[in-house]
T-cell receptor, first 113, second 111 residues
Framework: DGGITQSPKYLFRKEGQNVTLSCEQNLNHDAMYWYRQDPGQGLRLIYYSQIVNDFQKGDIAEGYSVSREKKESFPLTVTSAQKNPTAFYLC????????????FGNGTRLTVT | QKEVEQNSGPLSVPEGAIASLNCTYSDRGSQSFFWYRQYSGKSPELIMSIYSNGDKEDGRFTAQLNKASQYVSLLIRDSQPSDSATYLCAAQMDSSYKLIFGSGTRLLVRP
């Protein structure tokens, strides 16, 4: 089945450590996205990529980094510079043309203590 | 700051009633609009997309778009307890294909 796989589902880290969240898609989508969701809030865009080897900052990119070396993969690193990293992280992809909706993975819930 | 606004709710309706969810957006240049349903602890799933003024129906769901008023709505007919979830409105605001999401409206359908 085609879809978006995020791993792990739950992740626990100590403050000061970098952590990388995995996102893989086999939908052959060009565009991929990372969103963050805090309790009771909507989704906020961290980074997005419309094509391999290119990505753009979203609204809350500070403290995060990404790479897009392959079409299928768009990993997100949460660095120690991110002040409030505990959140629900959602990866999504789309065809990349106008009017195309996003399809989401199941999310990674990151807890940093 | 380009925004999408939704009433956080909860909106409580009895089973079998019509639930009406509303959304406004700030960017007149927005072209594409989407409704997602999100159950607690889960990721959003796409329910409807709408691109032109008027109504679009899909089963029990109807999306309505009024670009002049910068207003999008979602009607759920014959509401079921399984429809209880948070509904997110999203708008595509420029040519970069990224979506801006509202904070969501929580819907409760009472049996």
């Amino acid at each position: 089945d085609g879809g978006i796989t995020q791993s792990p589902k739950y992740l626990f880290r100590k403050e000061g450590q970098n952590v990388t969240l995995s996102c893989e898609q086999n939908l052959n989508h060009d565009a991929m996205y990372w969103y963050r969701q805090d309790p009771g809030q909507g989704l906020r865009l961290i980074y997005y990529s419309q094509i391999v080897n290119d990505f753009q900052k979203g609204d809350i990119a500070e403290g995060y980094s990404v790479s897009r070396e392959k079409k299928e993969s768009f990993p997100l690193t949460v660095t120690s510079a991110q002040k409030n990293p505990t959140a629900f992280y959602l990866c999504a992809s789309s065809i990349g043309s106008g009017n195309s909706p996003l399809h989401f993975g199941n999310g990674t819930r990151l807890t940093v203590t | 700051q380009k925004e999408v606004e939704q009433n956080s709710g909860p909106l409580s309706v009895p089973e079998g009633a019509i639930a009406s969810l509303n959304c406004t957006y700030s960017d007149r240049g927005s072209q594409s609009f989407f409704w997602y349903r999100q159950y607690s602890g889960k990721s959003p799933e796409l329910i409807m997309s709408i691109y032109s003024n008027g109504d679009k129906e899909d089963g029990r769901f109807t999306a309505q778009l009024n670009k002049a008023s910068q207003y999008v709505s979602l009607l759920i007919r014959d509401s079921q307890p399984s429809d209880s979830a948070t509904y997110l409105c999203a708008a595509q605001m420029d040519s970069s294909y990224k979506l801006i999401f509202g904070s969501g409206t929580r819907l409760l359908v009472r049996p």
